[in-house]
Nanobody, 125 residues
Framework: HVQLVESGGGLVQPGGSLGLSCAAS??????MGWFRQAPGKEREWIAA?????????YADSVKGRFIISQDNAERRTLYLQMNSLKNADTATYYC????????????????????WGQGTQVTVS
C-alpha cells in the first residue's frame, strides 16, 4: 500500500524558487510523478521519475526550470525543485505513484496514477 504526503508549498514572488517534498512509503519499482491543478483547469502532469532507475521526465511547460529527484538512499522522499517561477505556475501540486511503465508514456495522465497525496498550494504572486 502506497502512502504519499506533500509539503513545502507557499507564496513566492515571480522569478523565485520553491521546493516541494513528498514523503512516500510502500513503493520501490514505481513511476513517481508530480502534477498540478489550477482553479478551473484539468490536472496537469509536469514531471516524473522512475523510482528504481532514477530516469526523469518533464513536461515542456517546466523543462529547464523544475527538477524532480528522490532520496536515493531509501527512496522514501520525492522532491520537486521549482526555479524561475511564473504566475502561471500557481496551482495545487500533487505527488502521485503509478506502475513503472507509466513513466515511458510521452505524456503521463492522471487516471494512470492510482496513488495520490493530498496536495500542497503554490502561489506565485
Amino acid at each position: 500500500h502506497v502512502q504519499l504526503v506533500e509539503s513545502g508549498g507557499g507564496l513566492v514572488q515571480p522569478g523565485g524558487s520553491l521546493g516541494l517534498s513528498c514523503a512516500a512509503s510502500g513503493y520501490s519499482r514505481f513511476c513517481m510523478g508530480w502534477f498540478r491543478q489550477a482553479p478551473g483547469k484539468e490536472r496537469e502532469w509536469i514531471a516524473a521519475i522512475y523510482a528504481a532507475g532514477g530516469s526523469t521526465f518533464y513536461a515542456d511547460s517546466v523543462k529547464g526550470r523544475f527538477i524532480i529527484s528522490q532520496d536515493n538512499a531509501e527512496r522514501r522522499t520525492l522532491y520537486l525543485q521549482m526555479n524561475s517561477l511564473k504566475n502561471a505556475d500557481t496551482a495545487t501540486y500533487y505527488c502521485a505513484a503509478a506502475r513503472w511503465g507509466v513513466c515511458l508514456e510521452p505524456v503521463p495522465v492522471a487516471p494512470d496514477f492510482p496513488y495520490w497525496g493530498q496536495g500542497t498550494q503554490v502561489t506565485v504572486s
